[in-house]
């Protein structure tokens, strides 16, 4: 059974660079039928798309976030990852990751979620 | 960029059936997706390609999707329903590939 958990600081100060990393088990990230990708949710509000990537480096990026951010896979780790630079208290927000399948392009399984803070 | 309408907030009493809509710009020629959101929890999907349903989701879970309009139906609700739902599609006519969400839909179980 697939799952994926991210990790990463749960505090970053404005202006720096927010990290985190997805741990994918039981299913191999460098399988082909699979994009991985990111998903925010600030405190009480909707989801937002981040970006997805696939095993190979190929990468897609929601347009308004796309300045700010960079997507990378270590397939030997099983593991893809996050940095949104430049952070503001706007970038507060629980953060999954999750699969999608290429074609297809809907989200499950999802990570249980980290929330991370921006915060001086 | 591509918007996906969903009203805030559906209201039904156990037993009925909820219908939640999610309106877009001719939606009913792209795939719609539904995720359920329970307080605390991640998404899960919950309905996928408008109409099929992942292994562990119940019959009761259908949707719809045609001309500007997609709709997650829950026949028979239970207080375990209650949730925020959540519809999306992948966008790539604009020449911009991207991930729309919608607002999404509290819905309570009176």
């Known amino acids: 059974q697939l799952q994926l958990q991210e990790s990463g600081p749960g505090l970053v100060k404005p202006s720096e660079t927010l990290s985190l990393t997805c741990t994918v088990s039981?299913?191999?990230?460098?399988?082909?039928?699979?994009?991985w990708g990111w998903v925010r949710q600030p405190p009480g509000k909707g989801l937002e798309w981040i970006g997805k990537?696939?095993?190979?480096?190929?990468?897609y990026y929601n347009p308004s976030l796309k300045s700010r951010v960079t997507l990378s896979v270590d397939t030997s780790k099983n593991q893809f990852s996050l940095k949104l630079s430049s952070v503001t208290a706007a970038d507060t927000a629980i953060y999954y990751c999750a699969r999608l399948p290429t074609v297809t392009n809907w989200f499950d399984p999802w990570g249980q979620g980290t929330l991370v803070t921006v915060s001086s | 960029s591509y918007v996906l309408t969903q009203p805030p907030s559906v209201s039904v009493a156990p037993g009925q059936t909820a219908r939640i809509t999610c309106g877009g710009n001719?939606?009913?020629?792209?795939?719609v997706h539904w995720y359920q959101q329970k307080p605390g929890q991640a998404p899960v999907l919950v309905v996928y390609?408008?109409?099929d349903r992942p292994s562990g989701i119940p019959e009761r879970f259908s949707g719809s999707n045609s001309g500007n309009t997609a709709t997650l139906t829950i026949s028979r609700v239970e207080a375990g329903d209650e949730a925020d739902y959540y519809c999306q599609v992948w966008e790539n006519t604009s020449g911009h590939p991207d991930v729309v969400f919608g607002g999404g839909t509290k819905l309570t179980v009176l």
């Open positions: 390609n408008d109409s």
């Open positions: 990537i696939y095993y190979s480096g190929s990468t």
């Open positions: 001719n939606v009913g020629s792209k795939s």
């Open positions: 039981g299913g191999s990230i460098s399988r082909s039928s699979n994009y």
